[in-house]
């Protein structure tokens, strides 16, 4: 079973619109990471927040943590048509030693 | 893109065959993960090898085994193959074991079971 859930399943914006997605865990975890993957291919490692952390940025990603909810939000800014690509979040349980992943986000972004 | 490197790209077998896949990992990493994505899913972990053993399994049967080398490659065979494992199994680096390590995928390699 997977630990974490994205939501929306997939999500289609103009160029230059922002994009949000939301990830929904079950269980208390140590870190939460974002991964996007092309076409089927290998992820690409976005972004880790510690549990002790509530905002992280990197570029025009921002990422949202919120351990009492257990959920996270992954914001894209001023999307490119390059940022068309299924994007995942990944957890580590505080009780166990593998990484988690989620169903994942499918985003189209449009020129 | 990342320095692992995964072989080959695409394989197809027939059900009841032995697969063998390969995977490079990206220099100084010692530490191994493989995961399964079936269509549609996100990745499924399978095991991660550290230093040439197994250090952690995921919910898979024991037709699903690996191999770690001294110079930290890694091979996943899987023995018996069903139609399910049909899939894209990718590996991933990392330089240590601990899960807050940024991992770094190979380009996968399909698999089809007819």
């Known amino acids: 079973s997977q630990q974490g859930e994205e939501d929306p399943q997939a999500l289609s914006i103009q160029e230059g619109e922002n994009a949000t997605m939301n990830c929904s865990y079950k269980t208390s975890i140590n870190n939460l990471q974002w991964y996007r993957q092309n076409s089927g291919r290998g992820l690409v490692h976005l972004i880790l927040?510690?549990?002790?952390?509530r905002e992280k940025h990197s570029g025009r990603l921002r990422v949202t943590l919120d351990t009492s909810k257990k959920s996270s939000s992954l914001l894209i800014t001023a999307s490119r048509a390059a940022d068309t690509a299924s994007y995942f979040c990944?957890?580590?349980?505080?009780?166990?030693?593998?990484?988690?992943f989620g169903a994942g986000t499918t985003v189209t972004v449009r020129a | 893109e990342t320095g692992v490197t995964q072989s080959p790209t695409h394989l197809i077998k027939t059900r009841g065959q032995q697969v063998t896949l390969r995977c490079s990992s990206q220099?100084?990493?010692?530490?191994v993960s493989w995961y399964q994505q079936a269509l549609g899913q996100g990745p499924q972990f399978i095991f991660q090898y550290y230093r040439e053993e197994e250090n952690g399994r995921g919910n898979f049967p024991p037709r699903f085994s690996g191999l770690q080398f001294p110079n930290y490659s890694s091979e996943l065979n899987v023995n018996a193959l069903e139609l399910d494992d049909s899939a894209l199994y990718l590996c991933?680096?990392?330089?240590?074991?601990?899960?807050?390590?940024?991992?770094?995928f190979g380009p996968g390699t399909r698999l089809t079971v007819t």
């Open positions: 927040i510690r549990s002790n952390e």
């Open positions: 990944a957890t580590d349980a505080t009780d166990d030693y593998k990484l988690s």
């Open positions: 220099s100084g990493h010692n530490t």
């Open positions: 991933a680096s990392s330089l240590g074991t601990g899960l807050s390590y940024e991992q770094y």
